[in-house]
């Protein structure tokens, strides 16, 4: 049988391997058996504090912990030195800095994205196998996030729930990024259809690209967020009924064939909307009550 510490300890790591952080916090923050894995626990909250951005509570917590004793990542050296950085201590950021090299530390991303923040650089990084810590990514986010650095995809898939409205929001990440991240956020609940619909008509298209839309949609089978947006800016162009429809009709079965059609139909509520029902328009009839 387990002890009450083995099982709130498996109930927290089994909430966190299904992807529910938010309850994992809530259960440690209730549960009298905290001591047993203080450093795990402290761990994890000090991981939340910084995917949800709150970078004073991160500090703060910082400062009342003990560095983990199996701090095999510098996880705690690497936090000072970001929380030095952001308390506009430079000199004490880059001491730290100095000694976390001391100790040949192999976390090659962790030093370019504080390069990047100390010499105001937004350039992409790309994140290749052996260059950074996994257990690390939370540190990471926050670190992008206060220097405006694009995100890449291990972001969102490491932690879908806090970190899709930061992508999404990020004006230096690729948008073809962005509207993955709008995605799955509106599939979390964390997205509306009309601010899906506001980023899908802020990407770029050239005049060509929309006039010649079905060769464009050829430059995207590796990129179907690209190509809704493409055929939903499509649509919102059409001034007649007839062409609106035919080209909703488009956009639709765009959707159907990449797994989302409930969205499309729900971005597209408007443009039903202005259509009114006739005679010219029965043949489209079905295709309107399905989107219904």
Not at 69 to 98: Q, R, T
Not at 113 to 118: A, M, V
Not at 122 to 141: A, V
Not at 246 to 262: G, V
Request: hydrophobic share 40%; glycine share 2%.
């Amino acid at each position: 049988p387990y002890s009450q510490e083995e099982f709130d300890n498996l109930r927290i790591k089994t909430l966190i391997k299904m992807g529910h952080k938010h309850e994992a916090i809530r259960v440690l923050n209730n549960i009298s058996t905290y001591e047993a894995y203080k450093n795990y626990y402290d761990q994890i909250k000090l991981d939340s504090y910084f995917a949800t951005y709150a970078l004073s509570e991160a500090c703060n917590f910082k400062d009342s912990l003990e560095e983990f004793n199996e701090n095999k990542n510098n996880i705690f050296l690497k936090v000072s030195i970001f929380c030095s950085f952001l308390e506009n201590k430079p000199e004490e950021a880059d001491l730290l800095n100095a000694l976390l090299l001391d100790t040949n530390d192999k976390d090659e991303y962790f030093q370019k994205i504080y390069f990047n923040l100390k010499k105001d650089i937004n350039d992409p990084i790309i994140i290749t196998q052996g260059n950074f810590e996994e257990s690390l990514f939370s540190l990471y986010s926050a670190m992008i996030r206060i220097g405006s650095l694009p995100f890449t995809k291990q972001f969102l898939d490491f932690d879908s729930t806090n970190l899709t409205l930061p992508i999404i929001l990020s004006s230096s990440t690729e948008i073809s990024l962005r509207l993955i991240s709008a995605h799955r956020a509106y599939e979390l609940g964390l997205f509306k259809a009309e601010s899906l619909s506001a980023l899908y008509q802020s990407v770029d298209f050239s005049k060509e690209e929309l006039n010649n839309w079905e060769n464009t949609l050829d430059n995207f089978t590796q990129k179907p967020e690209l190509g809704m947006a493409l055929l939903f800016q499509n649509a919102r162009v059409q001034l007649l009924p007839i062409t609106r429809l035919e080209t909703l009709k488009e956009f639709w079965n765009y959707a159907i064939i990449h797994d989302l059609e409930n969205l499309a139909y729900d971005v597209s509520r408007n443009l039903i909307e202005l259509t009114e029902p006739s005679i010219e328009l029965s043949d489209y009839s079905i295709l309107i009550s399905r989107a219904h």
